[in-house]
């Protein structure tokens, strides 16, 4: 009703010529006396929908008479008839039959010859033109098969992609919480930084410091390790000479005495 969703179609059959559609409507939608149904088409796939128009006074009783109702137009079935009936036009006995039309009507009054003259013109150019137009026609009834032959997968293909954005916009709603809980943890840690400036605040300094001395003493670290792994190759030819230390202790004082191990 007026493009809203307020009901859904039951049961469709079929009796004699006629066709009942059986459906449900929301209660709280009123039908008066005079309500008119119509089936319209809902996209270029083919389907379908009721469409109720409420009008009237009172209340709707029993079943929508057939002269308030209006069937869809199918696209598919009218090209397909119209194929059809213009294959079995036969063009040029239709171009001579205007001919003989015109031949007679020549002494008419102006008005009449002009017509006739005019009908004969359209005869000779449909006639002129009846390979193109079969051929334009043959090709669209050719694409209205094949697009009634893929009704199933394109309908599939468009269910497809609604489930997609479906899944986008649910994606979209969580990457929505983490930003809005991303702000929320920016807020508290500005207060946690607030709450503990007078901690925080001596400790980056002292790593600051730290991260100074560490920078200017740089070489001297570099210089340390280099001679470190000098003296352990020294150290390695030390103890690599036996079960004991061959090592040379240079400008020891006199007052050292060394003792040999018992």
Known sequence: VAG???????????????????????????????TAAAVRVGSLLGSKYRE???????RLEGVIPTGRTDPAYDVVAAFGDLTETVDAIDSQKLASALDAVSD????????????????????????SRDTEIRRLLDHSATLTSSLAD????????????????????????????????SADLAVQLRGLVKDNQS????????LDT???????????LALTVHRLAVFARVFNNTIGSGPWFDSY???????????EAP
């Open 4 to 34: 809203v969703r307020v009901g859904d179609v039951e049961d469709i059959t079929i009796r004699g010529d006629r066709v009942r559609v059986s459906f449900t409507i929301d209660p709280v939608v009123k039908l008066g006396g005079s």
């Open 199 to 206: 901690t925080i605040g001596p400790a980056l300094e002292n």
């Open 249 to 259: 202790l240079g400008n020891v004082p006199d007052s050292v005495k060394l003792e």
């Open 210 to 220: 730290v991260v100074t001395l560490l920078q200017k003493k740089q070489k001297n």
């Open 104 to 127: 007679t009507f020549e002494g008419s009054g102006p008005d009449v010859r002009a017509a006739v003259k005019g009908l004969s013109r359209l005869s000779r150019t449909v006639a």
């Open 150 to 181: 893929s009704r199933e997968d394109i309908g599939v293909l468009v269910r497809d992609a609604s489930l997609l954005l479906q899944e986008v916009d649910k994606r979209r709603e969580a990457i929505d919480g983490v930003v809005e809980h």
């Open 52 to 58: 109720v128009t409420p009008a009237g006074v009172g």
